[in-house]
């Protein structure tokens, strides 16, 4: 599946930390063809919203903004 053919699609982000308080983030985008994990992002503040907001805008030009229709996040952001 590529997600270069499609357009209206949705990216999905979910956060947590492992037992030695390290965030990860996993960010996958959902289109009408199925779901496709895109990338997992790490690091000190990945739980902050800034951070969220900032990374989550680099996906956006990786994916195309005009492309995405919604995007769903958990709680952390």
Do not use: Q
Not at 9 to 17: E, P, R, V
Not at 28 to 46: D, I, Q, Y
């Amino acid at each position: 599946m590529g997600i270069s053919e499609d357009t209206g699609f949705a990216i999905l982000t979910d956060g947590w930390s492992n037992t030695r308080r390290e965030a990860l983030i996993n960010y996958m985008v959902s289109t009408p063809h199925g779901a496709k994990f895109l990338r997992a992002t790490t690091g000190e503040g990945a739980k902050d919203a800034k951070y969220v907001a900032d990374d989550l805008l680099k996906v956006l030009a990786e994916v195309g903004a005009e492309k995405v229709v919604c995007v769903v996040t958990d709680s952390a952001s």
